[in-house]
C-alpha cells in the first residue's frame, strides 16, 4: 500500500474515533442520575431532594420528621386532605404516606368528627403501615395509633381486633425507636379504651404461642385491671383474674412473669379492700365469696394447690398450707395417718411397721374381712 493510502486510511480512522468520542459525552447539567439509591445531579457537588421513584429506588434523601402531638397543628386545607386521604393513605410513595398519617393525626386532634366517618377504612390501611418493613413509616403510623386511641376511645373497640396482634409484635421487636413508639401505642389503648371491654379483648394473646406477645398482651392486661375497680372486678370475676396471673406466673419471660407479680399484688390489694368495705354487707351476687374471709383461703379455694402455693408465695411470702375443712387429714406424731373422716364416717386406716400393713385388733371386722 502506497503512503499516500496509508495517510488517508490514518485520516479516516481519526475521524471516525473523533465522532464516537464526541457522541458519548452528553450535558447532565440539569439531569438527575441514579447513584445507587440516590439522586445526584451533575452540578458541582450539589445533593438535591428528589421525592421521586424510579424503577423502585428511592430517589433522593428523605428526612422524616417524627412530630409530637402536642406539637401538630392545624391543616390550612381539611376538605382536601379529607377528600384524598384514603388515596394517600394506599399510596405507593411512601413518603406521601407518611404525610397522609400525619393529617389523619392533625384531623384526630382538631376535627374528631369529621375523621370519625372514614374511621372504618381508615384502620386497616394504618395497620398496613404499621406492617410496613421501612421503619420511618412504620413509627409514624405507630404515633398514629396512639392518637386515634386517645381521640376515639371505645369507638376503636370494634377495630381494635386489627390492631393488637400488629402492635405486640412491633412493640417486642429490636429496632428500640419503633418498639418505644408501639410501647406507647399500648399504653394509650389501655389507657383511653375501657377495661371492661379491652380484657376480654386481649385474654387470647396470653395463651399466644409466640412468648414475646405473651409477654406484652400480659403487660397490658395487668395494667387494664387496676382501672376496673372494686364494682368492675366484681363483674369480671376476682377468680378469672387470679387464674390468669398464677398461669403467667409460670411463663417463660421474665416480662410476663413480673406483669403477673404485680397483677397477683394489685389483686390482694382489692381483695382485702373488698372485704373490709363489705363485711357488713350481704352481697350475695358478689364475684368474690364472703366466705373466704382471708386471702390466703380465697386462692386456696378457686385455684390448684400449686398455682394456689405460687400465688401466696408472691403476695404473702410463704405458702401457706390448706386448712382443715371438707376433707381434712389429720397427721398423728411421727407424720403417720390415723385417721381420714369424710361426712361423718371414719375409715380407719392400719399403720405401717417395716413398710407391711398390720391389721389392728378389730381390723378383720372393721374392714369386713
Same mark, same amino acid.
Given at each position: 500500500m502506497s503512503d499516500s493510502a496509508l495517510q488517508d486510511l490514518n485520516a479516516a480512522q481519526s475521524v471516525l474515533l473523533g465522532k464516537s468520542k464526541g457522541s458519548s459525552v452528553e450535558p447532565c447539567s440539569s439531569k438527575p442520575v441514579l447513584n445507587g439509591n440516590k439522586c445526584v445531579k451533575k452540578e458541582g457537588n450539589a445533593v438535591p431532594a428528589c421525592p421521586d421513584v424510579t424503577n423502585g429506588c428511592e430517589a433522593g434523601v428523605v428526612d422524616i420528621e417524627y412530630i409530637d402531638s402536642e406539637n401538630l397543628t392545624d391543616l390550612p386545607d381539611v376538605d382536601t386532605s379529607l377528600s384524598t386521604l384514603l388515596a394517600r393513605l394506599d399510596s405507593k410513595d411512601w413518603v406521601k404516606t407518611c404525610e397522609a398519617l400525619n393529617n389523619v393525626r392533625q384531623l384526630a386532634i382538631y376535627h374528631k368528627q369529621r375523621l370519625q366517618e372514614l374511621l372504618e377504612p381508615l384502620v386497616p390501611l394504618i395497620?398496613?403501615?404499621?406492617?410496613?418493613?421501612?421503619?420511618?413509616?412504620?413509627?409514624?403510623?405507630?404515633?398514629?395509633?396512639?392518637?386515634?386511641?386517645?381521640?376515639?376511645?371505645?369507638?376503636?373497640?370494634?377495630?381494635?381486633? =386489627?390492631? #393488637?396482634?400488629? !402492635?405486640?409484635? +412491633?412493640?417486642?421487636?429490636?429496632?428500640?425507636?419503633?418498639?418505644?413508639? @408501639?410501647? $406507647?401505642?399500648?399504653?394509650?389503648?389501655?389507657?383511653?379504651?375501657?377495661?371492661?371491654?379491652?380484657?376480654?379483648?386481649?385474654?387470647?394473646?396470653?395463651?399466644?404461642?409466640?412468648?414475646?406477645?405473651?409477654?406484652?398482651?400480659?403487660?397490658?392486661?395487668?395494667?387494664?385491671?387496676?382501672?376496673?375497680?372494686?364494682?368492675?372486678?366484681?363483674?369480671?370475676?376476682?377468680?378469672?383474674?387470679?387464674?390468669?396471673?398464677?398461669?403467667?406466673?409460670?411463663?417463660?419471660?421474665?416480662?410476663?412473669?413480673?406483669?403477673?407479680?404485680?397483677?397477683? =399484688?394489685? #389483686?390482694?390489694? !382489692?381483695?382485702? +379492700?373488698?372485704?373490709?368495705?363489705?363485711?357488713?354487707?350481704?352481697?350475695? @351476687?358478689? $364475684?368474690?365469696?364472703?366466705?373466704?374471709?382471708?386471702?390466703?383461703?380465697?386462692?386456696?379455694?378457686?385455684?390448684?394447690?400449686l398455682n394456689a402455693q405460687a400465688i401466696l408465695r408472691v403476695t404473702v411470702g410463704v405458702p401457706v398450707a390448706p386448712k382443715e375443712g371438707g376433707i381434712a387429714a389429720a397427721l398423728k406424731e411421727g407424720g403417720v395417718p390415723a385417721a381420714l373422716k369424710e361426712g361423718g364416717i371414719s375409715v380407719v386406716v392400719a399403720p405401717k411397721e417395716g413398710g407391711v400393713p398390720v391389721a389392728t385388733k378389730e381390723g378383720a371386722a372393721a374392714m369386713g374381712c
Amino acid at each position: 500500500m502506497s503512503d499516500s493510502a496509508l495517510q488517508d486510511l490514518n485520516a479516516a480512522q481519526s475521524v471516525l474515533l473523533g465522532k464516537s468520542k464526541g457522541s458519548s459525552v452528553e450535558p447532565c447539567s440539569s439531569k438527575p442520575v441514579l447513584n445507587g439509591n440516590k439522586c445526584v445531579k451533575k452540578e458541582g457537588n450539589a445533593v438535591p431532594a428528589c421525592p421521586d421513584v424510579t424503577n423502585g429506588c428511592e430517589a433522593g434523601v428523605v428526612d422524616i420528621e417524627y412530630i409530637d402531638s402536642e406539637n401538630l397543628t392545624d391543616l390550612p386545607d381539611v376538605d382536601t386532605s379529607l377528600s384524598t386521604l384514603l388515596a394517600r393513605l394506599d399510596s405507593k410513595d411512601w413518603v406521601k404516606t407518611c404525610e397522609a398519617l400525619n393529617n389523619v393525626r392533625q384531623l384526630a386532634i382538631y376535627h374528631k368528627q369529621r375523621l370519625q366517618e372514614l374511621l372504618e377504612p381508615l384502620v386497616p390501611l394504618i395497620v398496613k403501615s404499621v406492617k410496613n418493613p421501612r421503619s420511618a413509616l412504620c413509627k409514624t403510623a405507630l404515633m398514629t395509633c396512639s392518637d386515634i386511641f386517645k381521640a376515639y376511645g371505645e369507638q376503636m373497640v370494634d377495630l381494635i381486633d =386489627l390492631l #393488637l396482634m400488629p !402492635l405486640f409484635l +412491633k412493640s417486642s421487636q429490636d429496632k428500640r425507636f419503633v418498639c418505644e413508639a @408501639a410501647e $406507647a401505642a399500648l399504653i394509650s389503648m389501655t389507657s383511653w379504651i375501657s377495661p371492661s371491654v379491652l380484657l376480654p379483648k386481649m385474654q387470647p394473646y396470653l395463651k399466644n404461642r409466640n412468648p414475646r406477645i405473651r409477654a406484652k398482651a400480659s403487660v397490658c392486661f395487668s395494667k387494664s385491671v387496676p382501672r376496673l375497680g372494686l364494682e368492675g372486678i366484681k363483674e369480671y370475676g376476682m377468680d378469672k383474674l387470679i387464674q390468669v396471673a398464677a398461669t403467667q406466673l409460670s411463663d417463660q419471660l421474665p416480662e410476663s412473669r413480673e406483669a403477673a407479680r404485680n397483677l397477683s =399484688l394489685e #389483686l390482694q390489694a !382489692l381483695y382485702e +379492700k373488698t372485704q373490709a368495705s363489705g363485711s357488713g354487707e350481704d352481697d350475695s @351476687a358478689s $364475684a368474690i365469696s364472703l366466705e373466704a374471709e382471708t386471702w390466703e383461703a380465697f386462692c386456696l379455694s378457686k385455684l390448684s394447690a400449686l398455682n394456689a402455693q405460687a400465688i401466696l408465695r408472691v403476695t404473702v411470702g410463704v405458702p401457706v398450707a390448706p386448712k382443715e375443712g371438707g376433707i381434712a387429714a389429720a397427721l398423728k406424731e411421727g407424720g403417720v395417718p390415723a385417721a381420714l373422716k369424710e361426712g361423718g364416717i371414719s375409715v380407719v386406716v392400719a399403720p405401717k411397721e417395716g413398710g407391711v400393713p398390720v391389721a389392728t385388733k378389730e381390723g378383720a371386722a372393721a374392714m369386713g374381712c
